[in-house]
């Protein structure tokens, strides 16, 4: 292509690292690091469609989840910047180990407000126009997500509730559609699920990207399913690798469905 489009992709879960901090303190193994993560996606997501690199990091967001708002910590949730529990409902660190304040301060310093940092240079250089936060998404829903057992499509997005319309006159909502429709279809070639092969969402819980975002620039979450490379035939379990030619091509597949979505949102 010509010149690369004015959007930012943030990676926030595809990490799979301990922090030098908390090393020895965990209860989780490589494999529930691996699965807890979005696996796949520094890939899948690093495309040279977008004008500027992915924003990502390499640490597990069991141990530092840059969706979560800094303030959320144990005791009030399990599900916060530095998680208590998996999605399977494994402790995440040994009895007594869950990291004092003065370790959280430091951790977060090092490793969840350059995230952010990274984020905010990129938007105000004003050469963005729109956010995507990438993710990959189980096949079917984990024992504590409100899908609990139930199979999930092959592409999913998401759009905030608050987010009103940009300047080109395109709502959220209408552009998480938009991105759903041409992404799914193109993925339908790849895969397949017994749900919906793609759908557009409300994000009425979770993440704080979105919140932290959304009022100045388009947000969209796009996922795409792990049923797409976990399989026998591209994923190695006893190593916990994937096919990186597989994930390539996905990642070939994303780049077509991002240039086609942005030239649809950029006339809307």
Request: a neutral charge.
């Amino acid at each position: 292509m010509s010149r690369r489009l004015p959007l930012l992709l943030i990676i926030p879960h595809g990490g799979r690292e301990i922090p030098d901090e908390l090393s020895g303190y965990e209860n989780v193994s490589a494999a529930d690091i691996f699965f807890e993560s979005d696996a796949g996606a520094e890939i899948i997501f690093n495309t040279e469609t977008a004008m500027e690199r992915p924003v990502s990091t390499s640490v597990s967001k069991l141990f530092v989840d840059p969706d979560r708002e800094f303030s959320q910590l144990h005791p009030v949730t399990t599900d916060g910047v530095i998680k208590m529990r998996t999605s399977m409902n494994r402790e995440v660190f040994r009895k007594n180990c869950y990291p004092d304040e003065i370790a959280i301060s430091n951790i977060l310093d090092r490793y969840y407000f350059p995230f952010h940092e990274s984020v905010r240079e990129a938007v105000n250089r004003r050469k963005i126009k729109m956010l995507i936060e990438c993710h990959t998404h189980a096949a079917v829903g984990p024992p504590n997500s409100t899908d609990a057992g139930m199979p999930r499509p092959l592409v999913i997005t998401s759009y905030a509730t608050h987010q009103g319309s940009d300047a080109g006159g395109i709502s959220g909502a209408d552009a998480a559609r938009d991105l759903a429709a041409i992404t799914g279809r193109l993925m339908m070639k790849e895969g397949d699920t017994v749900a919906e092969k793609f759908r557009a969402e409300a994000a009425e819980t979770g993440g704080c990207i979105m919140k932290l975002y959304g009022k100045s620039i388009p947000v969209i979450r796009l996922s795409v399913s792990r049923a797409l490379f976990l399989n026998d035939r591209d994923f190695n379990l006893g190593e916990l690798t994937i096919d990186r030619a597989r994930l390539l091509r996905l990642g070939s597949i994303i780049s077509s469905g991002l240039e086609k979505f942005y030239s649809k949102f950029r006339q809307g």
